[in-house]
């Protein structure tokens, strides 16, 4: 097997805890990973500089819209803290056999619902409710390879298999 060249998303699914979440709609914007930064300006600098302050996110939202609300799914989401869990087919081409292959990609989410929309009722049209979570734990899993883990409560950042908070973890 060769080098794959990612090509799309297949498929996927959104999942609350372990409960299919039908009514999701096809398109979930997954956080932005901002660093916390401190401004540096000193006496013998010529100005000033924002120093990202190594392994500390900002705040992240995880918005989810729904094309419709229901009794089931979009309150339970509402009032739920458990896992929210993204598990999407991602089509990839094998660069050498120019075969297509499947790889498995799962998200998980952690956190608080922080607000929710129920939406707009118009004759004929869906009506494009939302749920948004601040994420206190996310994890990004490929082809069964970690490649990023963040869990602000317990001060993990993990990237590409490197612990980010390793050292500091030790030190305190």
Known sequence: MGYRVPEAVNLFNVYNGTSRQVGVTGSVELPEFAYMTNTISAAGMAGEYDAPVIGHIASQKLKIPFGQIDEQEFFA????????????????????????????????????????????????????????????????????????????????????????????????
């Open 77 to 172: 989401m509402v009032e739920s803290s458990s896992n929210i869990t993204l598990r999407a087919s991602i089509q990839t081409r094998d660069e050498q056999t120019n075969e297509p292959e499947m790889v498995l990609m799962t998200i998980t989410v952690r956190g608080a619902t922080t607000d929710f929309t129920p939406g707009t009722i118009e004759k004929g049209k869906t009506m494009n409710a939302s749920i948004t979570k601040e994420v206190a734990y996310i994890k990004i899993v490929i082809n069964n390879v970690v490649c990023l883990e963040l869990d602000k409560f317990n001060s993990i950042f993990i990237i590409n298999g490197k612990d980010i908070f390793a050292k500091v973890r030790a030190m305190i």
